[in-house]
């Protein structure tokens, strides 16, 4: 089961899923907090990512190169700003830069795992708290982005 909602495009655009994941709440964040395992589950569909950092602390550094399938890098980096084991983990992350490096999407992720008669309730909501004009298109993507992150997800417990 997948819930979505969003509000309007710009600062303060909320993308908010929820989902099931038959699995125990403690593997589905290891997946999230475990850079070899969060290597491989991702961004959308068809992405790969060759670099993969991920300090699961407070204040740790995240760094992700995703890259498309036509070879085109995006580059991912954030600060963890808080984690509580098993249950929550909140991100705050920078993408979509232009040419100058200016990143052009800034947003605040909040990740809550919650265990549940046959897995785990996982509720992800990503709040955009910059926008840049350059970075529309993908601010744009940013639902279907997110969906298709999460249905890798589903891929990465089953395994």
């Given at each position: 089961m997948?819930?979505?909602t969003k509000?309007?495009?710009g600062v303060?655009f909320t993308v908010?899923f929820?989902r099931?994941f038959s699995?125990?709440?403690?593997l589905?964040?290891?997946?999230?907090?475990d850079?070899?395992?969060?290597?491989?589950?991702?961004?959308?569909?068809?992405?790969t990512?060759?670099?993969c950092?991920?300090?699961?602390?407070?204040g740790?550094?995240i760094?992700?190169d995703?890259?498309?399938?036509?070879?085109?890098?995006?580059?991912?980096?954030?600060t963890?700003?808080?984690?509580l084991?098993?249950?929550r983990l909140?991100?705050?992350?920078?993408?979509?830069?232009d040419?100058?490096g200016?990143?052009?999407?800034e947003?605040i992720?909040?990740?809550?795992f919650e265990t549940?008669?046959?897995g785990?309730?996982?509720v992800v909501?990503?709040r955009?708290?910059?926008?840049?004009?350059?970075?529309a298109?993908a601010?744009?993507g940013?639902e279907?982005?997110?969906s298709?992150?999460l249905?890798?997800?589903?891929?990465a417990?089953?395994q």
């Amino acid at each position: 089961m997948q819930t979505a909602t969003k509000t309007e495009l710009g600062v303060g655009f909320t993308v908010t899923f929820t989902r099931h994941f038959s699995a125990p709440r403690d593997l589905v964040f290891k997946l999230w907090t475990d850079p070899a395992h969060l290597a491989k589950w991702w961004g959308p569909a068809g992405f790969t990512n060759p670099v993969c950092e991920f300090d699961a602390r407070a204040g740790g550094h995240i760094y992700i190169d995703m890259r498309a399938p036509d070879g085109t890098v995006y580059p991912m980096e954030g600060t963890v700003e808080e984690i509580l084991p098993p249950e929550r983990l909140v991100l705050r992350c920078t993408c979509c830069g232009d040419d100058s490096g200016e990143p052009g999407i800034e947003s605040i992720t909040t990740v809550t795992f919650e265990t549940e008669p046959g897995g785990t309730r996982l509720v992800v909501e990503a709040r955009v708290t910059k926008a840049e004009a350059f970075a529309a298109d993908a601010l744009a993507g940013m639902e279907q982005g997110w969906s298709e992150t999460l249905d890798r997800l589903a891929d990465a417990v089953k395994q």
